[in-house]
């Protein structure tokens, strides 16, 4: 297996595996502190005095190359290179994201004024640019391979992780007969955690098989690659969060809502409401992270490979650094994030939502979200929802989920449908929670 540390390496190891969470739950006029991480705003005139979360957590993961049947996978014996179907381009992608909410809470001061404190653990990794032909021939035993050529072109690759620590603050801006308005900001605290990132440029590789000795088989490069760690792999030490590595971070957000003033609506006052949030605005500064520029032009074997005890080891051995530097300011994965909620009735809604990256994928280090456009019907009371949330993904296409919110317990996931009945899984999502809500009294 040793054979794809250099291959893998030199293209971005590609994980069958986003920034979005929480599909369809978020939504929610009881989603509380969840809603509040992406648009602060929410976090004013809700349906809680108070929201007191025990621990959240969303992990979606979704690619464009290989197509999975998810139940087939459970078994056990699942092999991806052989079971799932695939999709090979010159430039596949695949991202990761998970997000873990631990104890928080948000409180209405009065009817116009909303704080709320929240501890979070995120972490998102995105591939482009990765050649799945490439990535197909890798997989492969030295013996039964065949000679090959391929031009990897510029694949990017960023993992970047971190905690943080957010204060948020809602206002009420304007409420005037049918109209109402209300702003929110959200600042964050942000350690570092374990940021790390592979970028290529002009890319190409050819594998010339020795049938005689297989150890003796060559690998040709050219082009040139950045890599970057910022904690220590080669002696193993574990990685750790940092608050001398930290960084700051911002949220805002409004909503605006069209009400018709029912007092007796059961608290939905609103036919329809708007908002826009721009999320994680700001950066990690990782002062120990070292950056290496290795030209590649030049052969190995598959013994060279064998031998290796790490990556950074093989390259500094085989390879020439052109440079190297310390100290790398990472970008959190700035978002813009829109949502249309229509109320259809006291309990039925419709909503669409959207979440656009504002940081481009292709950027070295640049740690980004893959866009998203969400709709979701909706069965809305205080003690109960149920949700059925249709997303388009760019990596991975369109997939179906549903979720339920039973008092203080949610779960759900923006992809389980198609999980169940699609033999071509591209994504998978699934999310739970549990909080201690206090109710508002309905005005």
Not at 36 to 60: C, E, H
Not at 343 to 360: A, C, E, G, M
């Amino acid at each position: 297996m040793k054979r794809i540390l250099l291959l893998c390496t030199l293209f971005g190891s590609f994980f069958y595996c986003q920034g979005q969470s929480y599909f369809g739950f978020r939504d929610d006029n009881y989603a509380g502190i969840q809603g509040v991480l992406f648009n602060p705003s929410s976090i004013v005139d809700s349906k809680y005095r108070a929201d007191v979360t025990v621990f959240s957590a969303s992990g979606t993961l979704q690619n464009d190359l290989y197509g999975v049947n998810i139940m087939d996978a459970l078994d056990g014996n699942y092999n991806l290179a052989e079971d799932a179907s695939k999709n090979f381009k010159s430039n596949n992608r695949g991202n990761f994201n998970v997000d873990i909410l631990g104890p928080s809470f948000m409180l209405n001061i009065t009817p116009e004024h909303s704080i709320g404190l929240y501890s979070r653990v995120r972490s998102i990794t995105n591939l482009v640019g990765v050649n799945g032909e490439l990535i197909d021939e890798v997989n492969k035993e030295t013996d039964v391979s065949n000679s090959f050529l391929f031009s990897g072109g510029n694949p990017n690759g960023v993992t970047n992780s971190w905690a943080e620590i957010g204060a948020s603050y809602g206002t009420v801006l304007l409420d005037r007969d049918d109209h109402f308005i209300k702003g929110g900001i959200t600042l964050k605290y942000v350690m570092a955690g374990v940021n790390g990132y592979i970028n290529g440029s002009d890319l190409s590789v050819a594998f010339t098989k020795n049938n005689a000795d297989p150890a003796l088989s060559q690998y040709t490069s050219t082009g040139t690659l950045k890599t970057a760690a910022s904690y220590d792999y080669e002696n193993g030490k574990d990685p750790k969060f940092d608050m001398t590595s930290a960084g700051v971070g911002v949220d805002l957000g409004f909503t605006y809502e069209y009400r018709t003033n029912c007092h007796t609506c059961m608290g939905n006052r609103y036919k329809f409401k708007v908002a826009a949030s721009v999320t994680d605005i700001g950066k990690i500064n990782y002062k120990d992270l070292t950056e290496n520029t290795y030209n590649l032009t030049g052969s190995v074997s598959q013994a060279d490979i064998d031998d290796a005890d790490d990556i950074f080891e093989f390259f500094d051995s085989n390879y020439t650094k052109i440079s190297s530097r310390k100290g790398v300011k990472a970008n959190l994965p700035t978002a813009l994030h829109t949502n249309f909620d229509w109320n259809i009735d006291q309990k039925f809604y419709l909503n669409l939502s959207t979440d656009f990256s504002l940081v481009d994928a292709k950027k070295v280090n640049g740690t980004a979200i893959a866009n998203s456009v969400t709709f979701t019907p909706r069965y809305e009371t205080r003690q109960f929802s149920f949700y059925i949330p249709v997303t388009y993904m760019e990596y991975s296409g369109t997939q179906v989920g549903t979720g339920f919110r039973a008092g203080p317990l949610f779960i759900g996931s923006g992809s389980l449908v198609s999980n169940l009945f699609s033999n071509k899984s591209k994504a998978s999502n699934i999310y739970v929670g549990l909080k201690l809500p206090i109710y508002q009294d309905y005005r």
